[in-house]
């Protein structure tokens, strides 16, 4: 109950976000060097998106939706990743707006999303952040969306662009706290990767270790959304 009063306060802000502000987040940056992220290396990728909630002028969108399309933009960005220990990313939506049509374009609002995201280290079995880090997230700023997305894109391009942009603000985030990863330049750094397509890992293949993992994060993750 109090996680889900939580939410409903959040979305206020993100709706006047969406109205005033435009994203500065490029997520086409895949031709450019790693940047430097030391040991990192993606394990599990949890998203949960049951209890989150929907500003009301916002197109629909299902939590198997969200899940899916944030799991895919978090295998994007963080699968080209090659160090040496793994780390589990767990994340949670709170909240989201997608644009509708047919809104003048002076009331026109941006799409934005709201995620909770803990990092988990593999080797310690323990979330490296023991707050979940929350980021506002909104759509990137283009001739597409300067009228409104809502006239331009369709509900699953829209969420395609929020999802891009909220793996890119991960990474930034992770990256102002490089110091989580070890001291010495992962093998990666400075190497300009192609992006990866979203995978499923086979069943079986994880160690034991890795498998127990997963069940905590994915625990703890779903607990925390809950």
């Known amino acids: 109950m109090l996680r889900s009063l939580a939410a409903f306060r959040l ?27 030391g040991d990192f290396s993606l394990g599990h990728n949890v998203v949960v998106a049951s209890k989150m ?36 990313l767990g994340i949670s939506v709170e909240g989201y707006i997608l644009a509708p049509p047919g809104i003048p374009l002076v009331l026109s609002p941006k799409s934005g999303l709201i995620i909770n995201v803990t990092v988990w280290d593999d080797l310690a079995g323990a979330k490296i952040n023991e707050e979940p880090k929350q980021f ?25 662009n929020l999802a891009r942009n909220a793996a890119k603000q991960i990474e930034n985030w992770l990256l102002d706290n490089r ?7 992962g093998p990666q750094a400075g190497m300009v990767a192609p992006s990866t397509a979203p995978a499923e890992t086979p069943e079986g293949e994880l160690e034991a270790p890795a498998e ?7 625990e703890v993750v779903t607990s925390e959304a809950g």
């Open 136 to 160: 506002t997230v909104l759509e990137t700023f283009s001739g597409d969306t300067l009228v409104g997305s809502g006239l331009t894109q369709t509900r699953e391009e829209q969420m395609d």
């Open 11 to 37: 979305l206020p802000g993100l709706l006047a976000a969406v109205f005033l502000l435009s994203a500065c987040t490029n997520p086409d940056d895949f031709d450019e060097p790693l940047p430097d992220l």
């Open 53 to 88: 909630k929907k500003v009301a002028i916002s197109r629909e969108a299902s939590a198997e939706e969200w899940e899916t399309v944030m799991k895919a933009a978090v295998q994007e960005r963080f699968g080209r990743y090659d160090g040496d220990k793994m780390y589990h």
């Open 179 to 185: 110091e989580w990863f070890g001291v010495a330049p």
């Open 212 to 218: 127990a993992a997963v069940d905590t994060v994915d």
